[in-house]
């Protein structure tokens, strides 16, 4: 069974940095597509980073682009977000989640248990 351990969330101001990180066990990390999901108070769940099991391709969505910073390393079996110029609509849980396949369609298979990320002065 898969099991993928978040850290690094808290409290930052407005305009810090934050730096994410997952890591996952009991498998290898290269056998995976990763993601980064965060969902705010009231809001639903949305994907905002993700990178392809082979590491071609590193999407984001447009709220975070320029921002944010997704990376894997699969000899450590972690994969991080960097979180730059933090605004308080970034506040939100942020969820890890990994799948064989995709995580960019449907649900993907494993999930953190989610880290909370709050941007306030």
């Known amino acids: 069974q898969v099991q993928l351990e978040e850290s690094g969330g808290g409290l930052v101001q407005p305009g810090g940095s934050l730096r994410l990180s997952c890591a996952i066990s009991r498998r290898a990390l290269s056998g995976y597509a990763v993601g980064w999901f965060r969902q705010a108070p009231g809001k639903e769940r949305e994907l905002i980073a993700a990178?392809?099991?082979?590491?071609?391709?590193?999407w984001y969505t447009d709220s975070v682009k320029g921002r944010f910073t997704m990376s894997r390393d699969n000899a450590r079996s972690t994969f991080d977000l960097q979180m730059d110029n933090l605004s308080t609509e970034d506040t939100a849980i942020y969820y890890c989640a990994a799948d064989p396949s995709t995580v960019q369609f449907g649900q993907p298979q494993y999930w953190g248990q989610g880290t909370q990320v709050t941007v306030s002065t």
């Open positions: 990178i392809s099991r082979l590491a071609l391709t590193t």
